[in-house]
């Protein structure tokens, strides 16, 4: 383990309380009662993956049996590791039950070879308010900490019209009827393309506790809006609580739904090389439908096969520049590219560096530049820095301008990457001929050109 997150409570070698055999119980060190079972598979049928579980009871009790632990038996069975995690309820604190929840999940990573644990297939699972955390999880947290894909039954997912009632009040506390926090912790507003990892949603139509149109459906909605692989099913009945209680009545269609999910649920090696793809709107796959699918990385990651794990971070609008409108190294995904702990980094920055606004503070661009690069090679990892100059500006939509990326941005990148001895990957050059390949605005590649965006770097990693 890096630290020490957890004291041991006990090891259970004789049958639990709940009918099954825990391989060990872990009283989590957050300064409070949060208890954590794990159940591991066998060592012969280990798959690495894990999935650590929040049980529901509306932020007031835990439902620790059919949503908890009598679940052990079908991850197992599946070479799944299994963890009930018994979080504390908030009372008005939100950051109570997520702080457990992502000390759960650090225990889980930081205990990942004892464990026989891919640390970058870890789930989450969640019921009813449980599925809240579970969401909470997924969406607020930083990449270090998030789970890696999310189960969520029936999952309480709005603060808005249409949430828990109780829920709520159990939650934000005092502040239930503030706007602000509604909108904060309504985990439809917060999912983020590519950040907001895979997740699998199932409940019944006549739920009559959580309405699924304003919460389950609504997460389904904000993930495939945003371009984010997203499975929804819904039963014709069964009403609100069903987890693993076999009266339900489409009990083994469930199971049958989430084991196809779960197989087909692609995880990386642990092995893989870590290629961090950091760049604007046209790294994210603006324009582009199923983002999580179409966009340059996304392709690229197709292209360069199993040994190599990409990354997204990409986001809309951001400049190189500090002083810039709207700066990446601002932004979350800054942070979450560093903590993905790259082996390869692929920068891709300068576009909206180009607009008057932006540029009256081009003399700043290579100190800027500089920075960034000073950091990323402070990493732990000591990654491969490529740096890219930006594909041609087809037409000077926002007042972008390709003779500012010509004159002065890529000259510039060439100094710094010649400087830091990183290696240069002539975007600007290599795309050129292509402007048919990019949408009516002129910048952003369609899918036909994010897959030719991909298929040149990919010539230039394959080269080292």
């Known amino acids: ?10 090891l259970l070698s004789s049958v639990t309380g709940w009918g099954k055999t825990a391989t060990l119980q872990l009283k989590l060190a957050t300064g409070r009662n949060s208890v954590l079972t794990a159940y591991l598979p066998d060592a012969s049928v280990a798959t690495g993956r894990a999935v650590v579980d929040c049980p529901g009871g509306g932020y007031t009790i835990l439902a620790t049996d059919h949503e908890g632990h009598d679940w052990a038996d079908y991850f197992n069975h599946q070479g799944i590791a299994y963890f009930v995690l018994e979080y504390n309820m908030p009372h008005g604190d939100c950051n109570v039950p997520l702080t457990d929840v992502r ?48 189960i969520l039954f029936y999952p309480v997912i709005t603060m808005k019209r249409g949430t828990h009632v109780s829920s709520r009040e159990q939650l934000l506390g005092s502040l239930k009827d503030d706007a602000a926090m509604q909108e904060l912790y309504s985990m439809e507003t917060r999912v983020r393309v590519h950040s907001t990892p895979p997740a699998i949603i199932l409940l019944a139509n006549d739920d009559d506790a959580v309405n699924p149109i304003y919460n389950g459906i609504a997460y389904y909605s904000a993930m495939r809006r945003e371009g984010n692989d997203c499975s929804l099913y819904v039963y014709p009945g069964g009403s609100h609580g069903f987890g693993f209680w076999s009266s339900f009545g489409y009990h083994d269609q469930m199971l049958n739904d989430l084991t196809s999910w779960l197989h087909h649920l692609k995880s990386p090696r642990p092995d893989a090389i870590r290629v961090a793809c950091i760049g604007n709107s046209i790294t994210e796959g603006m324009a582009l439908s199923m983002a999580s699918h179409t966009s340059y990385p996304s392709v690229l990651q197709q292209l360069l096969g199993s040994q190599y794990h990409v990354g997204n971070f990409g986001i809309l609008a951001r400049t190189l ?34 607009k008057p606004e932006n540029w009256q503070y081009g003399q700043d661009f290579a100190s800027d530049l500089q920075a960034m690069v000073d950091t990323l090679k402070a990493l732990p990892t000591h990654p491969t820095i490529y740096l890219c100059t930006p594909i041609p500006i087809f037409k000077p939509t926002w007042n972008m301008s390709d003779s500012v990326l010509v004159n002065s941005i890529i000259p510039t990148i060439r100094k710094v990457a010649k400087k830091n001895k990183c290696k240069v990957i002539d975007l600007h050059t290599g795309f050129s001929p292509y402007g048919h390949l990019v949408i009516q605005d002129g910048v952003h590649p369609n899918e036909r050109g994010a897959k030719k965006l991909a298929e040149l770097v990919a010539t230039e990693l394959k080269k080292h």
């Open 321 to 354: 520049l500090r002083k810039g409108n709207l700066p990446y190294v601002n932004e979350p995904l800054w942070r979450d590219a560093r903590e993905f702990q790259p082996n390869v980094v692929v920068l891709k920055l300068g576009t909206n560096d180009t």
């Open 1 to 10: 383990m890096r630290n020490l997150l957890l004291l041991f409570v006990c």
């Open 103 to 150: 000390q759960a999940l650090r225990t889980v990573r930081d205990s990942a070879s004892t464990w026989r644990i891919n640390p970058a297939d870890v789930g989450i699972m969640g019921f009813s308010a449980g599925g809240h955390l579970a969401a909470m999880a997924s969406c607020l947290l930083s990449y270090a900490d998030r789970p890696n894909f999310s």
